[in-house]
């Protein structure tokens, strides 16, 4: 059974030609770029390379790129280092959709005496720049908002929120990891302090991270060793994933574009049809801006689990925001956030697509979904009774 | 993706039974939309009014919720509603080969439709469950998932749970909020005081034998459970006489606190076995 790939959300999977830039760098060129010897510095060079590649994706300067493992080192770094620099202020905003990145961490810091504020969203999950601007205060220390979300794809108005908060003076920190290489990023042009972003989001392997550090951000390494990464995180670079996200990065940098539109046609497509041939769906975030990757689609009286392993039978991956998947008992806290109803959100279900994506795989799940929907609500109770009305 | 056993996986992409029986003797519903699960759960007895000869169910829920309906409606085929009655969820869970520990609310609710529709039969007042979101007897303690008091210690009871964590994921509470840990931790506190109390008293004068096996026991059923609520462990190295070796492992392995967990070991197995016996921690 050939795979159907739709939970590049969640990861993704290496290029080949990422892959081919970073083979060499195991059994080969394998020296350690802090070496002084020849061996070492043409590994360096090639680090100094990924370093401009990935600078040249997000619009930044080279020395603003601070390689790291993941996006949660880097969410991490980003909040510890603004609680490190102005230890006198004790209040950070957040929202209640982030990754568990960053709200996990600010959560567990109300335990050592910070004052948190989460943000809401609305129905569509969008956030309201008035509630930020009314959360600001000068013992704001940091805010730190997701670019988009990882569920829904929402994009958040990021630029004006990082205006309004450079404004009162607070750092800004954008957990970028969803929306790096799939929409333009300009950092020149931007207020935004710190960001994250992850490789294995964008066709890079598992386990390289990046946080941009804008120039003349006060910032205080979260690891402290050895001088890598002028002394900003410590540990010997991660050299050949490092070599794969510059390429990655330059891949997107070149063919974002093209790339997007593509994916947003067939995005578009699935959930034309979806909501055609499947009654009582709706779309979690389809009222506002999203990124062109994601679908998430929620499907009254059925629950995710359910219809994941039912898709799985039929050899398509994707995501589910329902509890039974992910271990916890309640819906996503997204889908809660957003008060997307129990009758969706237990059925709601999360499809991400990539460059790799095609259309006989878009087809095919056209195919399989609605009977498998259709026979769960068959056998649930409260399908039957609205199958029945 | 969950370690179903091929079984679960069977009884999810084949369930038997799936459906209502319109001139059902009995039917019995728990669960609810918001709770993330339901059942509804159709029984039909013979002419004698006897034994169950026909069971079909109606599932919202995730696989395991499907799988323990379709076992639970094969189970009580052929059996009296009396025999049926004596299904407990565990046994739903090993008709399918076990189920996840996370999962097995799935099987608790399996029970708990069968118990509310033999009720109803019989004219009784049907039993109110974690599942049916309603007001229950006894006191809230849960307030996401609307579970009492009396609920949980029965659950607590007979599954022999000893953390939070084991209730969670039997019965949801727990599970949202959390707010109600503290006090899911105070009832199995008292349900394991009531079975103490319950049980028969140690004998004064324990044999060498009696000891060791009181001992093993002991460090099984009271003390390596509670280790492992916190990511710890420990293994007997060996007995002589009254003093009783131990190594612990993982998070216990190298903790700081590893004497205050000696003591603890040691105060337990004074309480529990024979006043005069001394922790050693040994490396093993």
């Given at each position: 059974m050939k795979e159907i790939y739709l939970d590049n959300n969640a990861t993704t999977?290496?290029?080949?030609?990422?892959?081919?830039?970073?083979?060499?760098?195991?059994?080969e060129l394998y020296g350690n770029p802090s070496s002084m010897h020849f061996f070492g510095g043409q590994v360096q060079k090639k680090v100094d390379e990924a370093r401009s590649r990935v600078a040249a994706l997000l619009g930044a300067l080279p020395d603003e790129i601070v390689f790291t493992a993941c996006g949660t080192e880097s969410d991490n770094a980003a909040i510890r280092s603004a609680l490190e620099v102005f230890p006198e202020k004790r209040h950070i905003i957040t929202s209640?959709?982030?990754?568990?990145?960053?709200?996990?961490?600010?959560r567990n810091l109300t335990k050592r005496g910070y004052r948190v504020t989460e943000l809401n969203v609305d129905g569509n999950g969008q956030l309201d720049l008035k509630e930020l601007e009314a959360a600001l205060d000068d013992d704001t220390v940091i805010v730190s908002l997701m670019y988009a979300n990882n569920e829904t794809g929402v994009i958040f108005p990021i630029e004006e929120a990082a205006k309004m908060v450079k404004a009162k003076g607070a750092l800004f920190h954008t957990d970028a990891v969803q929306a790096v290489g799939k929409i333009p990023l300009n950092m020149a042009e931007s207020a935004i302090d710190l960001l994250s972003l992850s490789g294995h989001k964008l066709h890079a392997p598992k386990g390289v991270g990046v946080l941009y550090v804008r120039r003349g951000t006060p910032f205080r390494p979260l690891l402290v060793g050895g001088h890598q990464e002028r002394g900003r995180r410590a540990g010997t670079e991660n050299t050949a994933s490092i070599i794969a996200m510059g390429k990655a990065c330059e891949l997107a940098h070149l063919h974002m574009p093209e790339e997007a539109g593509r994916v947003r046609e067939m995005r578009d497509r699935l959930e034309r049809e979806l909501t055609a041939l499947i009654p009582n769906t709706r779309i979690n975030g389809g009222g506002t801006n999203r990124l062109p990757n994601t679908l998430s689609i929620a499907m009254e009286f059925?629950?995710?689990?359910?219809?994941?392993?039912?898709?799985?039978?039929?050899g398509i991956c994707a995501s589910s925001g329902s509890a039974?998947?992910?271990?916890?008992?309640?819906?996503?806290?997204?889908?809660?956030?957003?008060?997307?109803?129990f009758t969706c959100a237990h059925g709601s279900i999360r499809f991400s697509l990539s460059r790799f994506t095609t259309d006989a795989e878009i087809d095919a799940v056209i195919k399989e979904l609605p009977p498998i929907i259709s026979r769960l609500r068959q056998m649930s109770p409260f399908g039957r009774e609205f199958l029945n009305k | 993706m969950w370690d179903y056993t091929d079984k679960v996986k069977e009884h999810f992409l084949n369930p038997r039974n799936v459906g209502e029986i319109t001139d059902a003797d009995a039917v019995g519903e728990v669960g609810s939309l918001a709770c993330g699960d339901a059942l509804k759960l159709f029984i039909k007895l013979d002419e004698k009014k006897e034994r169950i000869v026909d069971a079909r169910f109606q599932t919202f829920g995730c696989g395991s919720a499907i799988a323990s309906s379709s076992a639970l409606t094969e189970m009580v085929k052929g059996k009296t509603l009396d025999e049926a009655l004596q299904i407990s969820n565990?046994?739903?869970?090993?008709?399918?080969?076990?189920?996840?520990e996370e999962k097995m609310h799935c099987s608790v609710m399996g029970q708990e439709a069968l118990e509310v529709a033999i009720a109803k039969y019989r004219g009784v007042e049907a039993p109110k469950h974690g599942h049916d979101h309603v007001e229950t007897e006894g006191e809230i303690v849960c307030k996401c998932f609307g579970l009492t008091d009396i609920f949980l210690k029965k659950v607590i009871s007979s599954n022999k749970l000893h953390t939070a964590e084991q209730v969670t994921h039997f019965t949801k509470a727990g599970g949202a909020c959390g707010g109600c840990i503290p006090k899911i931790k105070e009832l199995i506190a008292e349900v394991m005081g009531e079975e103490k109390k319950a049980a028969p008293e140690r004998p004064t004068k324990l044999t060498n034998l009696k000891k060791m096996q009181l001992i093993q026991?002991?460090?099984?059923?009271?003390?390596?459970?509670?280790?492992?609520?916190?990511?710890?462990?420990l293994e007997l190295i060996d007995i002589d006489g009254a003093n009783v070796?131990?190594?612990f492992r993982k998070a216990c392995a190298g903790c700081a606190s590893s004497g205050n967990t000696a003591k603890f070991v040691e105060q337990k197995l004074r309480e529990m076995v024979s006043p005069d016996i001394t922790v050693q921690e040994v490396q093993g």
């Open positions: 999977r290496v290029d080949e030609r990422v892959f081919e830039e970073m083979r060499p760098y195991f059994c209640r959709v982030e990754h568990p990145a960053v709200l996990t961490q600010c059925v629950e995710g689990e359910g219809i994941l392993l039912l898709l799985s039978e039929k039974c998947t992910s271990g916890s008992l309640e819906p996503s806290h997204v889908l809660r956030a957003m008060g997307v109803p | 565990q046994e739903i869970a090993d008709f399918l080969g076990g189920l996840p026991e002991t460090l099984e059923n009271e003390i390596r459970p509670q280790l492992w609520a916190d990511g710890g462990d070796q131990v190594a």
